[in-house]
């Protein structure tokens, strides 16, 4: 079985301190947190408003309350929008009946190109498009990593890659991108075009996500070229794990 897509990065600050940030919040959030271990958020970067990337978003109030903080979030506008009218409880709650238990945000708008810069990481989201829907990317580097999967950049639900972002992708150490399945699909890449497109980035190692259940592991993984392999969920990749 494989849960919706989506990821977590944890390091450790300039003043020694742990940090998470979530990349998407998918509708098995809770699950995934659970099961990850992971204990704090320090803010979630939103590639869509997908159900699948976003429906999660409820479930960050625990996090809430026990770093006794708002959670930060960044989205492109159009994505902000989408969040704010599915989450009217929570971005309007002064029109909520009783006002009960819920995720308290602080929202941010990014858009191609924009860098955030936290607690010693360094965000870039970039342009994807998924079939007719422009989305973001995001590029993750710090500064002075030597042995880390770092620059790595997040690439899901695309179809296409603009040459502008295939600039941002040069010389990545991990790359993640989408391969939905074997036949072609408007708005996701199937393995051939996954396969050619890593070949194209040329990152050190490739993971491929967001697989749909017509793809075996096994059988698919086996076909791929050298440093390059489907990832899985509960993967996690440190300095040294390759492919
Ligand atoms: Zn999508
Ligand atoms: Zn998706």
Redesign the pocket.
């Known amino acids: 079985m494989r849960l919706?897509?989506s990821a977590a990065v944890s390091w450790i600050d300039p003043e020694g301190k742990d940090r998470t940030i979530l990349i998407d919040a998918s509708p098995d959030l809770r699950q995934q947190v659970l099961r990850a271990g992971i204990r704090r958020c320090d803010g979630i970067f939103f590639t869509?408003n997908?159900v699948?990337?976003t429906f999660g978003l409820d479930e960050v109030r625990r996090f809430n309350v026990v770093q006794r903080t708002p959670i930060d979030i960044w989205a492109e506008p159009h994505t902000l929008e989408h969040l704010e009218r599915v989450y009217r409880h929570i971005f309007a709650r002064e029109h909520n009946v009783n006002d009960s238990f819920i995720a308290e945000l602080q929202t941010h708008s990014v858009d191609p190109g924009t860098v955030v810069d936290l607690h010693g990481l360094r965000i870039e989201s970039l342009r994807m498009n998924h079939g007719n829907l422009p989305i973001l990317g995001y590029r993750i580097e710090a500064e002075g990593e030597s042995d880390s999967p770092l620059p790595l950049a997040w690439c899901?639900?695309v179809s296409e890659i603009p040459d502008a972002t295939k600039a941002r992708l040069a010389d990545l150490e991990t790359l993640f991108l989408d391969m939905l399945r074997e036949k072609p699909h408007k708005t996701?890449l199937n393995i051939g075009d996954a396969v050619r497109e890593a070949r194209a980035i040329g990152a050190s190692r490739t993971w491929f996500i967001?697989m749909a259940h017509q793809i075996r592991h096994a059988e698919v993984d086996a076909t791929l070229p050298d440093g390059m392999a489907l990832a899985w969920d509960g993967l996690t990749i440190e300095g040294s794990t390759s492919p």
């Open positions: 919706r897509t869509h997908h699948d990337h899901t639900d996701h967001h």
